[in-house]
């Protein structure tokens, strides 16, 4: 602050002995920076007042130097939402946020709450590096008093932190989320995102798939294939699912697991979303049967891609295409959903919502959205014969979606048990390697 002070003082001094031409320049200059500030204006979280992970991830775009990316994790949040209400999980992120504030104080640290479960600490010193993992280390993780809490019923809730940690500048995100993953896989604290020559292996094999990633964008490999949905009345196929893959000269398909997660945080994610939406409109163009296709949040979020959808669907139609959205921990907003969901509305279009029952659903949320289907999530139905508290969710979901007039969807049917137990708990609709691959289009006739 002192600095900017002395910075207007200058610029005063220098005003003033100025002549009318300088003037006008100086003013001119000034007005260019304040429009600039503008245009890049933060946004802040309201549950925690602080920065929201799209300032982060552009702060992250700007980067010269090597930073140090921490994502921390909240534990236990979602047991808590689902025990004690939203509006204590609400306190607990706002107390962490407030004790982690009161740590953080140096002007080349910042930190931002990714989402309801995630907070992330920027450090583009490396002077700094070792001070912050040092406040990791002892002032968060071994700090009790920090993570415990009162319920309103007076018990003590447990709530504490997960952290991946990653050093650079490209893929920082990905990295510090790859660490993340592995901490919590292996009950840790912590886990700093390994680039010693030991994991050289792993790395190398990562830069391989951005670089397949990479090539197929921009030579076209990307392609759907096509998977069948099937009305569990009569085993008809009610519609195909489009599946990107990535097919590449030498014969070799490569499968979403090798690239997507790459494909989702690289900048052209954008550019790749509409390579594969344009190559499915091709399909649906030529064709009578519905298709559906998959969007991400971060992409009804672009306006950009909201306008090429909405040409896309004013050149083809949309009267048999349903839009798939993942649900996630990302959704921080739902009137983003909400817009969207009017807007191909207007055009035919039916709504999806996938991996329903995942851990992230917001049961409130789902009710007020014109949602013509859910899929529930393929990770229950594949544990439907072995595990009872599995069955009775699915169950549970099916019956939620028939009372408020949505059809539901089984995946990963694998095989003919799986099959006929979700017959038996009354979906309306299947897909699975049971009912019929991943294949091109016109393996199935499509094309």
């Known amino acids: 602050m002192a600095k900017l002070e002395n910075y207007l003082t200058q610029i005063a001094d220098f005003y003033?002995?100025?002549?009318?031409?300088?003037?006008?320049?100086?003013?001119?200059?000034?007005?260019?920076?304040?429009?600039?500030?503008?245009?890049?204006?933060?946004?802040?979280?309201?549950?925690?007042?602080?920065?929201?992970?799209?300032?982060?991830?552009?702060?992250?775009?700007?980067?010269?130097?090597?930073?140090?990316?921490?994502?921390?994790?909240?534990?236990?949040?979602?047991?808590?939402?689902?025990?004690?209400?939203?509006?204590?999980?609400?306190?607990?992120?706002?107390?962490?946020?407030?004790?982690?504030?009161?740590?953080?104080?140096?002007?080349?640290?910042?930190?931002?709450?990714?989402?309801?479960?995630?907070?992330?600490?920027?450090?583009?010193?490396?002077?700094?590096?070792?001070?912050?993992?040092?406040?990791?280390?002892?002032?968060i993780f071994n700090n009790i008093e920090s993570f415990t809490y009162t319920s309103c019923d007076g018990s003590r809730v447990i709530s504490d932190f997960t952290a991946g940690i990653s050093y650079g500048i490209e893929h920082l995100h990905h990295s510090a989320n790859v660490a993340l993953q592995e901490a919590m896989v292996s009950k840790l604290s912590y886990k700093i995102y390994n680039i010693n020559p030991e994991c050289t292996t792993l790395e190398k094999s990562n830069l391989d798939k951005y670089q397949v990633?990479?090539?197929?964008?921009?030579?076209?490999?990307?392609?759907?294939?096509?998977?069948?949905?099937?009305?569990?009345?009569?085993?008809?196929?009610?519609?195909?699912?489009?599946?990107?893959?990535?097919?590449?000269?030498?014969?070799?398909?490569?499968?979403?697991?090798?690239?997507?997660?790459?494909?989702?945080?690289?900048?052209?994610?954008?550019?790749?979303?509409?390579?594969?939406?344009?190559?499915?409109?091709?399909?649906?163009?030529?064709?009578?049967?519905?298709?559906?296709?998959?969007?991400?949040?971060?992409?009804?979020?672009?306006?950009?891609?909201?306008?090429?959808?909405?040409?896309?669907?004013?050149?083809?139609?949309?009267?048999?295409?349903?839009?798939?959205?993942?649900e996630t921990e990302e959704i921080d907003d739902y009137e983003v959903v909400e817009n969207f969901i009017l807007m191909i509305k207007e055009y035919g279009c039916k709504i999806s919502i996938d991996d329903f029952g995942s851990g992230y659903s917001n049961f409130t949320n789902l009710i007020k959205l014109n949602i013509d289907f859910i899929k529930i999530d393929g990770t229950l139905i594949i544990k439907l014969l072995s595990d009872e508290k599995a069955r009775l969710m699915v169950q549970w979901l099916i019956q939620f979606a028939k009372n408020i007039n949505i059809k539901s969807i089984a995946e990963f049917v694998s095989s003919h048990e799986i099959s006929e137990c979700v017959k038996e708990l009354g979906v309306d609709y299947l897909q699975g390697y049971y009912h019929g691959e991943p294949k091109e289009a016109k393996f199935y006739g499509l094309a």
Do not use: W
């Open 16 to 139: 003033e002995k100025s002549d009318d031409c300088q003037k006008s320049s100086i003013v001119a200059a000034i007005e260019t920076i304040l429009n600039a500030k503008e245009e890049v204006a933060i946004e802040i979280d309201e549950i925690s007042a602080l920065p929201n992970r799209e300032s982060l991830m552009r702060e992250i775009s700007l980067l010269q130097d090597e930073a140090m990316l921490v994502i921390l994790h909240i534990n236990q949040i979602e047991a808590i939402k689902q025990l004690y209400g939203f509006e204590m999980v609400q306190d607990i992120i706002s107390n962490k946020a407030e004790t982690l504030k009161h740590l953080i104080k140096d002007s080349d640290a910042s930190l931002y709450s990714i989402n309801l479960q995630k907070f992330a600490l920027l450090v583009k010193s490396k002077k700094l590096f070792d001070k912050y993992l040092s406040i990791l280390k002892f002032s």
């Open 213 to 326: 990633y990479k090539d197929a964008l921009h030579n076209g490999y990307i392609v759907p294939y096509f998977q069948p949905i099937i009305d569990s009345r009569d085993g008809s196929i009610m519609k195909y699912e489009a599946l990107a893959r990535l097919q590449l000269p030498d014969g070799r398909v490569v499968q979403p697991y090798d690239f997507l997660s790459i494909a989702i945080e690289d900048r052209t994610f954008e550019f790749f979303t509409r390579q594969m939406m344009q190559k499915v409109f091709n399909v649906y163009d030529k064709t009578y049967v519905e298709i559906s296709m998959n969007l991400t949040y971060e992409n009804i979020k672009s306006q950009t891609m909201l306008e090429y959808i909405k040409n896309r669907l004013e050149k083809y139609g949309g009267e048999r295409i349903t839009f798939e959205i993942v």
